[in-house]
Structure formats: structure tokens, C-alpha cells
């Protein structure tokens, strides 16, 4: 679904955060999970008092998400299994859109009411793109009107380690530390996993949120973890992340504001209590950390390699310090029809299936997508004979709107670095920019208001997940993005089109296939 084209722009609004590995100070408490090194029989109907036995590989949010659904179900018992010793509080912020937000209400009033008290909204505020050379607004769009229009919270950012803490909170006696999951096998009564310690859990059902270098789904496709073969891919880019206290001229009036220009691109988001995150995103072979030298520091390499560019994105580079800047290479994959979500009882979930650039903030909220149907499907399951029916409803649901926004993330960096330019302008009688990047840049800037209403149209509507294929947003998407990108094309070369936006992932090979069985699954 190459959909994806237009959300480029919504791109922009990505706040997100560098870190995800958050974890908590405390060490969360387990109620120890049948760990046999045999099977025991158990009845095949489930029942308060035999409860179906969920276990769930990581920690993270789309495993936390999925544990604080279930543990809501009578008849379901649910065990976290997550691989770090301890959860110690760092990370930054995670943007958390109206889609993700509204599921959380819907899921838990409680820790919907927890995320809004520590939340920070970004929707009800001045959010676009501006030109990053001339430092003046580019497009704005209007993230506050769709939430409103559909009774959606707004959305904003909130620190990883108070969404993990929050969910921990629900999840006390659930989740266990120092559990790191190697492998697992299937048996007529459930699963057996073989965890990092040799030792061996039982349970009726497995979910793999352990990742994007996920074990499990490893195990599943008999395929390395990481590496060639893995399905995990370089995207191309790495992203410098900064964050800070910060005194911004713009007085917390904006949200989001990304600087596009030539062959990269800077974001700069409010996150809340005079904190502010910045990003730069840079193409660049992977390793460049360890390969480029900076011998003046990060700080003077990016100013270096922004000079010219807009005094926002100096003013707050030159008040960063060292410490407060990471950066880290990006990869991501296409959700795959051609290899399992399922087998058997056991299913992926979040990052482990699809993890994504992080342009459009939606990864996390992606899982936690995930986490609400898999909980749904779940809850209906009272015997084992049902598992496989629920987990495949699951995939059914969940499989074109995950690679949907998977293929826009990827396409949104791919464009914004490689197809924009600064906008050509006539000023004072002299064309500046007048190139053919810079030419389609300008004339793309009418399009893009519409872009973004039908990706907040396609993102926001469908976030229940009803159907596999949501046509009538997909084909608009569809539609406009076609347009994106036909006319951006024409920027980064004639050959290879798709190839050369980072398209494959929607328009090629995965994306068509998950589409094509989605449409199997309605006839
Ligand atoms: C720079 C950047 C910014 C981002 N910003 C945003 C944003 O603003 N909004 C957004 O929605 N998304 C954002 N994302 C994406 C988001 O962080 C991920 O999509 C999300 O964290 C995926 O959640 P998950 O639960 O699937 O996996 P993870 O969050 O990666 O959690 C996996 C968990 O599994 C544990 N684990 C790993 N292996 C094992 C094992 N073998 N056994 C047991 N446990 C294991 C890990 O320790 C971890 O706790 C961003 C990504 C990046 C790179």
C-alpha cells in the first residue's frame, strides 16, 4: 500500500526518542511461572481455575501494553518474561498519537488517567515544516482538528520511564526480570520455552515482543536474530538525538517544527516542562558513529554540517551539551506475509514484525495496536483448539495497517532526505533554487494540507482495527500518494524509483503480498 507517500509530512510531527531500552529502578516482582522441564497435562478448556498460561517475551511497551490488557481477563494468566536484570529509569520521550492514546483509554480509564497526568500534548499546538535554509514555515497542518473531530485525545509525548512505570504498576507480580528467552518449541498441550538459563517455561501461548532483534521470532523462522538473513535492514540513516532544558524563542507555542533542505533534515519537538528534543537525520553508511571522526565533539560536527541553516536549529545545537546528544544507526522491517506471524501458539507482536523508521512516531503506538486486538482475540479464547483461530484473526487484523505505516515511516525518510529540497523562490527579481528538487518542493507545498488530513484520516480511523484492509482511507492514501510519488521521484533519478525511496517494504514485494492476503481473507 504505498499509501505511505503522503505521511511524509506527517512525519514531521515525530517527536519520539532515541532511547527505547528504558527501564525502571525497581525490580519487578514475579510470581514465578511454571517452569517444568516436562509437560504436565492440563484440561484444553480454560477456565479461572485453569487458566489459559500467556507468556509474553519483553518487557517493552507493546509487551507491557498486551500483559495490562490480559491480565483484565479471567481465565488468562499472564507472564512477562523480560531479559534485562532490573528496570533502570532512563530513555527519553516517546510520542504517543491520538490513535494509541484513545486505545489506552479505552483499555485501562486508570492508566489512560496516569499517562494524561504526566502527558505533554504537542496536538493543540503549531506543528509543520519549515524551510530549514530561510526559516520560514513551509506547511503547517492541523493535528488538534482530526483528534477533535473524532472525540480523540490529543496527541503528545510522555517519558518512556513513566509509561513503562505506569504499566509496570498494573503488571506487579507478572513480569519477571533476568528472563531472557532464547528459544522455544511447540507441543500438543502449548509451548515449551528455553530460556537464556537453560531452564524451561511452559505455557499455552507465546508472544514474541522481545524486539527487533527478536529471538523469538528467530525460533519461528529458523533464521539468525540479527545479521544477513534476519530480515532487519539498514534504512540508510542515522539520527543524532538531543534533549535538554531549553529557553525556546517560540515559547512553547510549537509542537513540532522539522527543517527540511538539502540531503538531510532536523527536527525540533517540545517535550514538556521547558525540555525540548531535537534530532538531526543524516543519510550515512551504517557504523558512521565509529567511523566518521569528530574530534570537536558532536555538537560542532552538526553545525558544521547544518551551516547556513535556520539560527532555530543553532540557537539549540550550541545549547546542548555533549552528554545530551546520542546517535545511533536506524533500522527497520517490513511485516512479511511470505514468512509466520504464527505458529501454532505462538505469535509476534510490535518491533519483532514490523519494526519502523521513527519519522511518524508510530512505532510504539503500532504495538500497542497490536497489544489491543491480540488482547481482543484473546479474550474469547476458552479451549486450546481456539488459539490458532484467535492468533490468526489477530494477524488478519493487524498485518496491511501495520506494513502500511511500516512502508510511510521508511518513505517518509526516504523523501524527505533524498526527494526535498530547499523551495525554489523568485526573490527580488532572482530565482533561488532553481533546480528540479527544488522547483517540485515548491509545488508540492499546496498538496501537502491534503496529505496530511487523509494519513490523519487513515491513522486515526482505523486504530480499532476492524478490518484488515481499510479501503476507503488506504485507496485515498493510495491515491494521493501516488502523486508524492511520481513528481518526488523525478528528484532522486529515473532508475529504481521505488527502490531509491525505500519503497520496496510497501509497493514492492511485502507490502502487495500483505495486501493480497488480506483480500483472500475477505473472500
Ligand atoms: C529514535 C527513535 C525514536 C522513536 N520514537 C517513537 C515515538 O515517538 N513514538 C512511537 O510510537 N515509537 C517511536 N519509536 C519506535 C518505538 O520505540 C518502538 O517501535 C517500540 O519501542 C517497539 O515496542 P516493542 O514492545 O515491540 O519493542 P521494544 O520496546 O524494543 O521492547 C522489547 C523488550 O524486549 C526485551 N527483550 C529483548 N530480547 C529479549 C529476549 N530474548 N527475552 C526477553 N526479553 C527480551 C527488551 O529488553 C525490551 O524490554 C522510536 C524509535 C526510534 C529508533
Sequence with gaps: MMVGAISFLYLLLSPVSPVFAFRLTRTANFARPTALASTVARSDEFSVDNPMKVLIAGAGVGGLSLGCALKKQPGVEVTVLEKTSEFKRFGGPIQLASNALQILKEMDSDIYGQVQAKFTNTGDKTNGIKDGVRDEWYAKFDLGTPAIDRGMPYTGVIDRPDLQEILLEKLQGNVRNGAGVESYERHDGGVKVKMDDGTIVDGDVLIGADGIWSNVRASMRDEPARGD???????????????LAYD????????????????????????????????????????????????????????????????????????TQEHEIEQRDLYDRPPSVVKPWIDGPVALLGDSVHA????????????????????EELANVKHRDNIQGAL???????????????????????????????????????????????????MLQPILPIFFSVQ??????????????????????????????????GSVGEVGILGSMGLEGIVGTEGFDAIFASLSDLF
Design 248 to 319: 525556546n524563542p517560540t515559547n512553547g507555542e510549537v509542537g513540532y517544527a522539522v527543517y527540511i533542505g538539502p540531503g538531510q533534515y532536523f527536527v525540533i519537538t517540545d517535550i514538556g516542562k521547558g525540555n525540548y528534543q531535537w534530532y538531526a537525520f543524516l543519510a550515512r553508511e551504517p557504523g558512521s558513529a565509529a567511523s566518521e571522526e569528530k574530534p570537536d565533539g558532536n555538537v560542532k560536527y552538526l553545525s558544521d554540517i547544518f551551516e547556513g541553516w535556520s539560527p532555530d536549529v543553532h540557537s539549540i545545537l550550541k545549547a
Design 356 to 375: 519502523m523508521m521513527p519519522n511518524l512516531g508510530q512505532g510504539g503506538c503500532q504495538a500497542i495496536e497490536d497489544a489491543m486486538v491480540l488482547g
Design 456 to 489: 490523519f484520516n487513515f491513522l486515526y480511523d482505523g486504530y480499532k482495527n476492524k478490518y484488515g484492509l481499510d479501503l476507503k482511507n488506504g485507496l485515498g492514501l493510495l491515491a494521493i500518494g501516488s502523486v508524492l510519488l511520481i513528481v518526488a521521484a
Design 229 to 243: 538473513g534476519s530480515g532487519v535492514a539498514y534504512s540508510g540513516y542515522t539520527v543524532f538525538a538531543g534533549e
Design 392 to 442: 490468526d484473526a489477530y494477524r488478519s487484523r493487524r498485518l496491511v495497517r501495520s506494513a502500511a505505516v511500516q512502508g510511510l515511516s521508511r518513505f517518509a525518510s526516504d523523501i524527505i532526505i533524498r526527494g526535498f529540497d530547499t523551495p525554489f523562490k523568485y526573490v527580488d527579481g532572482q530565482f533561488q533554487n532553481f533546480n528540479y528538487a527544488g522547483v517540485v518542493t515548491r
